[in-house]
């Protein structure tokens, strides 16, 4: 054979026999790309306005009764192509619907989560040291301390006063606003600090929250600085000290999300983990019209803390959920759950050439490959997920590459690095077929994490054609 006819065969027994991620940018026409910066610029409009998962909830819902969504009914039969959501407790949201063919032959979930690590009010949070006010923090998943001090941050959340009524507040994210912020010791003072390890370079009792630091008019007495911070909650919320016990007040960055790089490639924003999911399946969810088999999204809370709780999905709210709807056509409802299918949509590391030695380069996602398929999360020899099928893996396969949807695989780091979890096992415990899909996160559970918008557009493509 010519020398040239055999490299021509080799390279295409190169293309036909080995897999060579590209760029998805290499890849898609240039109309496709500039959809895919359209779509995040709803996204980022997403981002800023549901920055806790109650105001998750909130915007889920505006949207979702905008697009013809309306409160489940336990019990009512609904007929295809109906579109219902329920809100459980303010804090998780189920949309679904209805599909063309019966549920006994199972559902399509899509499961994402809509809280994102943060620092929590204690319940006595307040108090005064040296003429300055302060509140005391729990933090809330797995965050690095030492990020959370020196930046801008704004506080979410509600106050049930002692007579039930509920109030909401929100401050420090409009520019006339006032933040909040942790203090750090200055780099003069700070030897002993920089010899502390870094996981303790802040401690989780330092995230203490600057809020004041006049005394009331007129006042003499003790903690008058104390008493005029609350005097002015007072006045702005109607509160009393005794009204934090029942409360769940939230800090989190008061930055706005926004493009990175000098060719917008990327978006940086606090709480992408996991709203980039959400919001990619929330969209779907509101596009899908008529579908095949009934189509769920749930949008949960707890997962950053291991998804227990009632709006978490270790509980029954999606079951419960489900068996309502089985019911209603007469099926049992472990014969809908045992049928369906589920993409847990949700954030993997991103490679980071900053930190190459926690990644396994074969088996790292990288950004602009697309969205990122992973089979097993976990710890210490596959520990704490659900595993995907062969089977279930070759389905999502041909699916995405069905839809020409530009995809990857990912392993969370080197083996023994570290590890995490999903909501994929609790879905999974419930007979349901499952795997991981989301989006590459750099700087994941930092106040200010980074995607690249072809990977977030790839997801909500992927969403769409599961729900298709
Ligand atoms: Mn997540
Ligand atoms: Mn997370």
Redesign the pocket.
Known sequence: MAKETENKTNEALREKLLSSPKHAARILKQEEIDTADRFCEDYKAFLNASKTEREAVIEIERRAVEHGYTKFVPGKKYEAGSRVYLNNRGKAVILAVIGKTCISEGMRIIAA?ID??RIDLKPNPLYEDSELALFKTHYY??IKKYQWTAIPLSLHGVVVKKDGASISVTIGEAEDEPGFVITDLLPHLGRAQSERKLGEGIKGEELNILIGSRPLAGDEGADSVKLNIMNILHEKYGIIESDFLSAELELVPAFLAKDIGFDRSMVASYGQ??RVCAYTSLIAALEVENPEKTCLTVLADK??VGSNGNTGLDSSFMKYFIYDLAEASGIAGHTVLSRSECLSA??NAGFDPTFPEVMERRNAAFFNRGVVVTKYTGARGKSGTSDASAEFMGKVRRMLDGAGVVWQTGELGKVDEGG?G?VAMFVANLDVDVVDVGVPVLS??SPYEVTAKLDVYMAYKAFQAFFV
Do not use: K, L
């Open positions: 989560h994102s690590p998943g797995g983990d996991d997962e950053e949700d954030v995490g999903t994941m559970h």
